[in-house]
C-alpha cells in the first residue's frame, strides 16, 4: 500500500522564511530512517502558495478560472510531500508520529493512493 503525507505549513512558511533548521535536521533523520527502512518513495517541500496558482470552477459548465496565490486559508495549504509504501494504515501512522515527533504541532494528512 502506499500512502501520501501531506505536512500542513504554517503562516511563517507562507510568509516565505525559512522552516526551523533543527527542525529541519529531526525531520532529514526521520526521512532517513525511511529510507534505510526502505519506505520511502519520495519527499518534497513546496513553496509558499504565492508562487502557485489554482485552478477552480465557479459553477458548474463554467470555464476553469486561473487565480494566482497566495491563497488565505493557510491551515488547508501543504508545506511538504513524502509519499512511502508500507503494509497498512497503522504502518503509516506510525511513521507519520516519528514526523510529528520532529516537528510537532504541525498537522499531517495520511491519504493512501490509488493504484
Known amino acids: ?5 501531506l505536512h ?17 535536521a529531526r525531520a532529514d533523520a526521520v ?3 525511511m529510507r534505510q527502512a526502505g519506505v520511502l518513495l519520495a ?3 513546496l513553496m509558499p502558495s504565492s508562487r502557485g496558482a ?4 465557479p459553477t458548474p ?6 487565480l494566482d496565490g497566495p491563497f488565505a486559508e493557510t491551515k488547508e495549504l501543504i508545506a511538504g510531500v ?18 510529528a515527533e520532529a516537528d510537532p504541532n504541525t498537522p499531517i494528512d495520511i491519504l493512501e493512493l490509488a493504484d
Open 61 to 66: 459548465g463554467d470555464e476553469p478560472r486561473v
Open 43 to 45: 519527499a518534497e517541500g
Open 8 to 24: 500542513k505549513t504554517n503562516d511563517s512558511l507562507e510568509a516565505g522564511n525559512p522552516p526551523d533548521p533543527d527542525m529541519l
Open 54 to 57: 489554482r485552478i477552480t470552477f
Open 82 to 99: 513524502s509519499i512511502i509504501r508500507v503494509e497498512s494504515k497503522a504502518e503509516a501512522v506510525s511513521w507519520a508520529l516519528r514526523f
Open 31 to 33: 526521512l532517513e530512517e
Open 1 to 5: 500500500m502506499r500512502y501520501m503525507l
